[in-house]
């Protein structure tokens, strides 16, 4: 089993920064990429950023240029850093890792964390 406990959410102006991490913990061996998901009310989890464990990288175009992914392998971290942060980015924020199972992935998530940009 794989947990993963999201931290650093809170409230934030327009254009500022703020840092998610991530702790996972469990079966981090079987583990090959690890993401960020967020949900704006009413709507569905989109993904926001993901890492592969060769450290290929994948961005929402809404984010790109914003929002960087990052690993900590030795201490099982993973990070999301916001800059220039937008009223359109308050959203509930979920990390996400990823295993293989048959031809897809398996995905572990945390509860998710309150990001809120105020205007």
């Known amino acids: 089993q794989v947990k993963l406990v999201e931290s650093g959410g809170g409230l934030v102006p327009s254009g500022g920064s703020l840092t998610l991490s991530c702790t996972v913990s469990g079966t981090t061996d079987e583990l090959r990429a690890w993401a960020w998901y967020r949900q704006f009310p009413g709507k569905q989890r989109d993904l926001v950023a993901r890492?592969?464990?060769?450290?290929?990288?994948k961005y929402a175009d809404s984010v790109k240029g914003r929002f960087t992914i990052s690993r900590d392998n030795a201490n099982n971290i993973f990070y999301l850093q916001m800059n220039s942060l937008k009223s359109e980015d308050t959203a509930v924020y979920f990390c996400n890792a990823q295993k293989p199972l048959y031809s897809g992935f398996y995905h572990y998530w945390g509860k998710g964390t309150q990001v809120t940009v105020s205007s």
């Open positions: 890492v592969t464990e060769e450290n290929s990288t």
